[in-house]
């Protein structure tokens, strides 16, 4: 990871100047002049700004939240018995934080679990069993398994355009590689294969689907992944094979004939129960106006679920514990949301928009992309929001935050509240590791670096502390 740039390089790199020609700066069209300015800090935030800062980076406080989790509940699979005790592990570590409102909102969701889930090669030579994982969502197998003929294609592109003869009645194996970039970027790109490779290959008569992991590491684990249902109505059996098994199963392809056979036992049930955690600090003077603070408290089950997303829930809680410490709570209410069940669907995020849909929500935010140093700050504002954007930039530079464009996602959990107009932010963090060790069994504490995790408390505890403490608005007008 990169080191925290901080003293005079990180205030030049935040200057005006520079904020204005940095690369994917997304400028407003406003007059030059007005362009250079950013909206005023009182002395009395700034104050509070560089109390939070200090305390974040010298406090391991997230730390021992995600050890906590990882240590006394574990892998949290969604609408699980062990995501129930994690709602329960977080009512308890956010009223012993001493926030308000702290409660559950439950909602239910289709149930998915691989209670099996194997591939081995069986022809040529001698059988050899792979390292693989059920994708979410996948039904089971026939008992005994299924056994045909793969049919490699080196991306999702190359399925879609292959005639159904060359299909029918075989193994699906998609072998696309994924590009680690700093923002994740290979990501969406990779990914595709994951959630289209079953309704795709199913058109075409397909026996099941095999897909390279979609990650960057080398190591011989599998990537999970997946919704509680099959896209598009598909129910054919769908299983990803660790990098290396992937390149024997190519190399084999290149010889001749290979077949494999796949056994795939899940659960599947509906109306399972899942839920949101909720707690907040109560704003002193604008009560309903929201400043949302979001992370995922489910996780795939081969890992221990540190940095997907445990990290991001020790983040928001520590900074937000942080402010909750100031001498004077800030005007706005700051609200923590510990979704459920994102990963087979992002089923919390839906729910706690349905509910919350007539909420004054200012702005919204996410951690859920690992324990990262955050390396620029992203802003989706309306156009004469800027100089506020700007504001936050400078008071982010002594953390060697970046200015980022106007673009800003939010977050898959925040993604309903950004489509109905909320103002959302990304706080960047260093992508280049995090899927060597994302849904696989090295989802570890020793993917994070407590020096980075303080880093982000520190940046989130400087914006969401300047967002609930002013009267600024950021929606388009």
């Not at 909206?39 to 509070?48: E, K, L, N, S, V």
């Not at 003077?285 to 940095?307: K, T």
């Not at 995020?349 to 702005?363: E, L, P, T, W």
């Not at 530079?397 to 939010?410: D, I, K, R, T």
Request: charged share 20%; with cysteine; glycine share 8%.
């Amino acid at each position: 990871m990169r080191k925290l740039f901080v003293g005079a390089l990180a205030l030049a790199a935040a200057s005006t100047a520079q904020a204005q020609h940095a690369p994917g700066f997304v400028q407003a069209s406003n007059p030059p002049a007005q362009q250079a300015e950013a909206a005023p800090i009182t002395p009395a935030q700034q104050r509070a700004v560089e109390r939070l800062q200090a305390a974040a980076l010298a406090s391991d406080h997230a730390y021992g939240i995600v050890e906590s989790l990882v240590t006394e509940i574990g892998p949290r699979l969604a609408a699980s018995e062990a995501e129930a005790r994690a709602r329960e592990w977080a009512v308890n570590m956010l009223r012993a934080n001493n926030f308000a409102n702290v409660h559950i909102e439950p909602f239910t969701i289709p149930y998915w679990d691989a209670t099996r889930e194997e591939a081995h090669i069986e022809a040529p030579g001698v059988a050899r069993r792979m390292v693989a994982v059920a994708l979410g969502g996948s039904p089971s197998t026939p008992a005994g398994g299924l056994e045909a003929e793969i049919v490699r294609f080196p991306d999702l592109a190359a399925l879609e355009a292959a005639p159904n003869a060359a299909v029918a009645g075989r193994i699906v194996f998609i072998d696309e590689h994924m590009v680690a970039m700093q923002d994740g970027a290979g990501y969406g790109v990779a990914v595709r294969k994951r959630g289209r490779c079953a309704p795709i290959a199913q058109a075409k008569g397909a026996a099941g689907c095999l897909i390279r992991s979609v990650g960057t590491d080398t190591h011989r684990f599998a990537h999970q992944g997946g919704s509680s249902r099959q896209q598009d109505g598909a129910s054919l059996p769908a299983m990803s094979v660790s990098p290396a098994d992937a390149d024997v199963l190519a190399r084999l392809a290149a010889r001749g004939p290979v077949r494999v056979r796949m056994l795939i036992e899940a659960d599947i049930r509906e109306n399972a129960p899942s839920g949101n955690v909720i707690a907040e600090i109560r704003g002193r003077e604008r009560p309903d106006e929201i400043v949302l603070l979001a992370a995922h408290l489910d996780s795939w089950d081969s890992g221990q679920g540190a940095i997907d997303d445990g990290a991001g829930v020790a983040i928001i809680s520590a900074a937000a514990r942080l402010i909750r410490q100031l001498p004077q709570r800030p005007r706005r209410t700051i609200r923590i949301l510990l979704a459920g069940s994102e990963e087979n669907g992002v089923h919390g995020g839906a729910a706690y928009a349905a509910a919350h849909a007539s909420d004054n929500h200012i702005v919204a935010l996410e951690s859920d992309f690992g324990a990262g140093r955050v390396y620029s700050l992203s802003t989706h504002f309306g156009e004469q929001a800027m100089p506020y954007a700007r504001a936050f930039q400078r008071a982010l530079a002594p953390l060697g935050v970046l200015p980022g464009n106007n673009e800003a996602e939010g977050g898959a959990d925040v993604g309903a509240l950004r489509r109905a107009g909320t103002p959302v932010v990304d706080l960047n963090q260093d992508g280049l590791a995090y899927f060597n060790h994302h849904h696989t069994p090295d989802d570890t504490l020793y993917a994070i670096d407590p020096a980075a995790l303080r880093q982000n408390v520190a940046a989130w505890a400087t914006f969401v502390f300047l967002a609930a403490d002013s009267d600024w608005t950021f929606r388009a007008q």
